[in-house]
Structures are given as structure tokens and as C-alpha cells.
């Protein structure tokens, strides 16, 4: 094992044939795979355990959803215990292409302060339209709220300042993490070079009274888990970096505003939205049943 060996985490939840074929791209550039499976049916069971078999690679089946955050931790755990010293953390649905882990390194390998580095992040760009992602950067250039997925990070961030936030369940894990790292005075960076294949979430726009939106769609079960979140990282992070999580806070009222107009199911999303108000502000936190 070197310094720079990596073991991918992949989290999988009801994957599809498609979404399987990402785990041999991801295992032919890395030391080490575990794939975290979160309450997918049999069917799709057997059709992951039969990529194990034939790839070789560590599968850790939950039989329910322990939720993103749970299921990484479980992951970089392995991981660790494991020894590798670096994680490489991936959704079931991006895809990357030939030389990404390199890339990926050989940008921690140039930063001027790669020792205060805790995360590492590659570029995300639509599959189908190659339109890259626009990311929020900070006065040092690294970027603000990176996702999750693609992220190379040194196993010892951990040791540092703990695990993804579980009672998030779903929702600002990597936005809490992200602001985590860098309040404990270390650097999230990226790389120009790897690009992360990543569908955005808002695959269609509509347009209204002559005016144009682009809804996001996510479910009444996100609006619930965004809100309460989101509550919860604004009261940690705000007087640490109030005008970043003020830019965040309008860009989420926006968003909950194009939904509540636009989309389908509005009452139920509101009443969610209501819901995770409440539990933010009161912090009942984890998985919320009946949503």
C-alpha cells in the first residue's frame, strides 16, 4: 500500500443496470472498492452481488436506508480500518471517465498548501448536454458547496473532525461537511482537469406568464429533509460565514418559491416544508417517518 492509495466508497439505493456499470469504471482506477447498499429490493440485490463476484469488490448490504450520511460513514470506515489512507466518495449514478483518480490526486499533489487539504473535488458536468456545473468559490478560489460525490479526501479529516453529520439522515450533508472542513482551518480544493459526469437536478424548466423557471422537482420527502437541514446549518455556520450562508439562504428561497408555483403536489410539499421548519428549530433530527 502506498501514500496515495484509495479505496472508492459508492452508495447504492434500488440501482439500476445503468448505475452498476459505474462501479467497474470506478474500480478500475482505485486500491479498493466498498459499495454501501441502502435498502435496495432483492432483485436488485442479486444483480449487485453478482457485479461483486465478478469484480471482487466489498459490499455492505443495510436492508433499509440508514440514510447518505450513515451510509458514508460506514464506508470511509471500512476504509479505514482497512488502512488506505485515502477515500474516494461516489452516488450510484456518476460517472467518470479514464484517468479521473489521477487527475484528482495530481491536483492535491500541486496545491501550494496540500497538507490542510481535506477535500478534493473534480469539476460536474451534465452527461447529456456537457454543460458544466457553476460553482460558488471562496477569496482562496476553492470551491464553496461542492457535492459529495467525486470527492477524494485523506482519511485522517475524519480523525480531525468527525463523521458525515448522520442525523441529517439526507440533504446539506456535503454542504455541512464542506463548511466543517473549512471552519476547523482546513482547505477544500478542486481540480480543473476531472470532470464528474453528474445529471443536475433540475432536468426540465418551465415557463409561467412569460416568465422562465427551473424547478428542481425534488420530492415532498426532500422538502421535509432540506428544510429541516438547512435550518440546522444556518444556526451553526452563520456567524462563521454569514455571507455565504445568507447567499444560501436566498438561493433556497428562491428554489422553495419556483416549487410551491410551479410544481405538482405544492399542498403536501408545503406542509413538509412546514414540518422540517419546526423539527430544524426544535431539533428533532434523523429519519422522519411518514412523509
Known amino acids: ?3 496515495q492509495s484509495v479505496c472508492a466508497v459508492i452508495i447504492t439505493y434500488h440501482p439500476s443496470a445503468r448505475m452498476l456499470e459505474n462501479i467497474s469504471q470506478v474500480f478500475a482506477q482505485v486500491q479498493a472498492l466498498v459499495v454501501v447498499d441502502n435498502g435496495s429490493n432483492r432483485e436488485e440485490l442479486d444483480s449487485l452481488r453478482a457485479k461483486k463476484q465478478s469484480l471482487g469488490f466489498q459490499v455492505i448490504e443495510n436492508g433499509e436506508n440508514f440514510g447518505i450520511a450513515e451510509a458514508l460513514n460506514q464506508g470511509v470506515r471500512w476504509a479505514k480500518n482497512k488502512g488506505y489512507p485515502w477515500v474516494i466518495l461516489f452516488d450510484q449514478d456518476s460517472g467518470i471517465s479514464d484517468g479521473f483518480v489521477g487527475q484528482m ?3 492535491w499533489e500541486s496545491h501550494p498548501e496540500r497538507e490542510r487539504v481535506g477535500s ?5 458536468v451534465d452527461p447529456e448536454t456537457g454543460i458544466e456545473a457553476a460553482v460558488p468559490r471562496a477569496s482562496d478560489g476553492g470551491p464553496v458547496l461542492p457535492m459529495t460525490s467525486g470527492a477524494l479526501m485523506p482519511v485522517w479529516i475524519f480523525d480531525k473532525i468527525g463523521w458525515f453529520a448522520s442525523e441529517y439522515f439526507i440533504d446539506l450533508v456535503d454542504w455541512e461537511y464542506g463548511f466543517r472542513v473549512r471552519a476547523a482551518g482546513y482547505v477544500v480544493a478542486d481540480s480543473r482537469q476531472a470532470k464528474l459526469a453528474h ?7 418551465i415557463t409561467v406568464l412569460g416568465h422562465t423557471f427551473h424547478p428542481t422537482y425534488h420530492s415532498a420527502m426532500r422538502r421535509y429533509y432540506i428544510s429541516r437541514n438547512s435550518i440546522v446549518f444556518y444556526r451553526r455556520y452563520f456567524f462563521s460565514f454569514p455571507g455565504w450562508v445568507l447567499n444560501i439562504v436566498y438561493r433556497q428561497l428562491h428554489d422553495t418559491m419556483v416549487s410551491l408555483i410551479v410544481e405538482d403536489g405544492r399542498a403536501r410539499k408545503f406542509r413538509n416544508l412546514l414540518l422540517g421548519t419546526w423539527d430544524g428549530l426544535t431539533g428533532r433530527m434523523g429519519k422522519r417517518e411518514g412523509l
Open 1 to 3: 500500500m502506498t501514500v
Open 105 to 107: 490526486f495530481a491536483a
Open 120 to 124: 478534493i473535488h473534480p469539476r460536474y
Open 199 to 205: 445529471a443536475p437536478g433540475n432536468p426540465a424548466s
